[in-house]
């Protein structure tokens, strides 16, 4: 299948972004947007790769990227977005945010409703499979990197084989390509709907982030280093906290990874 | 206004005289306690370290500070105490694999890393805030920590 390939022109003379990069391969965003944050660019300053070696996720987690997915990283000042220090938290919640509103109209009547949601803490989920993930790296000066990986024109057939039953594209699920520069476009109105949201409403945001959690009401067991903890997720508080109700009570868990069943 | 504490204040005479009782019970030697805007810290003697740290079952408030928030706080005249500015899990190296971003004995300046703390997918790089060398590294790679828990204990006399 022919993978479009993303028109540079419209993405640098976006009018939220003050300064853009492409790159056709990279070890990781992540770790370019960290070495031009030595540079002090103009900010927002958003990275593209078409392809990515060092993908990251946390601890030893790494992000597959199948040629045609969007790999990006967005490095910003939350300050000039209202968000204060003890709000970053929350960039990690509208990234996930801002990803679900960009991708439902595309699913609309593809997927049954209730199928695209969060898995805790901020991965997209179609049908118990990861579409995409986000991770936020602090700098020192309060600036932040948001890194967000999305199957978007990839293809789970392509992905290592323990990954193709637990990873899902939009193009596996729409049967056909979509347009990455249109794609990106939306996801950056989103993302800046979002963080501004989180500026200004954070608990409204939280309420969106809250609601679109799959977790709610299951039993789910999180891991955390060497510990796992299982319980009945009661909800998910507006700061991204997952409750759990368990033998010893109700827990609040701001890290930790969900075990897979 | 009204200076009787309501019940469950933690300000309550009785309940501090049961907190020191229990103190001496476990042979802890500092206790530090919040409830909503209001905090105890109960310590005695004068050594360092142990630190009892408690939560609400359930907090909404934000986990995360700003980094550099990061209390390094002085135990004695040479110790200082890195604390956890968050709740979070606590990463002693960028990635798995790499060297950890300090070791016992090697020296630190306010703006060295000395470790990551993650929450929701968000990390913070934590500064030791401090000069000195490291002298104790007190918690494990991947640990879950609480907000204030002691990290690193650094010796600034060296």
Known sequence: MKIPALDIEPVRSHDWLASFEHHFTLGSTNARAREAAGHNPPLPLLVVADGQTAGRGRGANRWWTGRGSLVMSLLFDPATLGIAADQRTGVSLAAAVAVVDAVGPLLDGVVPQGELGLHWPNDVFVSQRKLAGALVETLFDGRLILGLGVNTNNTAADAPPELRRRAVTLRDLTEKTHDPTQFLIRLLAHLRECLEQLGHDP??????????????????????????????????????????????????????????? | MNATPPAGDIFDVRRIRRLVELMNEYDLRELDLKQAEMRIRIRRGQDEVPVVETRPAVSTTAPAAAPGAAAAEAANNNLAIVKSPMVGTFYAASEPGKPPFVKAGDRVLPDTTVCLIEAMKVFNPIPAEVTGTIAAVLVKNEQPVEFNQPLFKVDTSA
């Open chain 1, 203 to 261: 608990d409204l945001l939280g309420e969106r982030f809250a609601r679109l959690c799959l977790q709610r009401g299951r039993v789910v067991t999180v891991q955390q280093g060497t510990e796992t903890t299982t319980g009945r997720c009661h909800d998910v508080a507006h700061d991204g906290a997952l409750l759990l109700d368990t033998p010893h009570g109700r827990r609040a868990f701001y890290s930790g990874a969900l075990v897979h069943e």
